[in-house]
């Protein structure tokens, strides 16, 4: 399993990022992925998951309203677009999955076996 992580960047409050995570050796037809992010300091937190299963989707609070997850299954993508952006939201984005789980919530939750490099965003005041 491959996850290949793009979009991130620096872009000022208020503004939007999308990010995308291309997967291959898995087919994005059973198993949750979803976006995890790590600021400095900051634990670890599962920001949004899907379902490839059921397409159910899960947020975490401090996104919610703001950030949008979505799946393209014929490009076997992730995205995740981010409008309103805060400088709270700086960090690392890690795309990842896990065979075992098609619960978005459980995914976001828990430990995904399966990371994608990161890929910085930056929110600037």
């Known amino acids: 399993v491959q996850l290949q992580a793009s979009g991130g960047g620096l872009v000022q409050a208020g503004g939007s990022l999308t990010l995308s995570c291309a997967a291959s050796?898995?087919?994005?037809?059973?198993?949750?992925i979803g976006w995890f992010r790590q600021a400095p300091g900051k634990e670890r937190e599962g920001v949004s998951c899907?379902?490839?299963?059921?397409?159910?989707?899960h947020y975490a609070d401090s996104v919610k309203g703001r950030f949008t997850i979505s799946i393209d299954k014929a490009k076997n993508t992730v995205y995740l677009q981010m409008n309103d952006l805060r400088p709270e939201d700086t960090a690392v984005y890690y795309c990842?999955?896990?065979?075992?789980?098609?619960?978005?919530?459980?995914?976001?939750?828990?430990?995904?076996?399966?990371w994608g490099q990161g890929t910085q965003v930056t929110v600037s005041s």
């Open positions: 050796g898995l087919t994005l037809n059973r198993p949750a």
């Open positions: 990842a999955t896990d065979l075992g789980h098609s619960s978005s919530y459980y995914l976001c939750h828990g430990s995904p076996a399966n």
């Open positions: 899907i379902s490839s299963l059921n397409e159910i989707v």
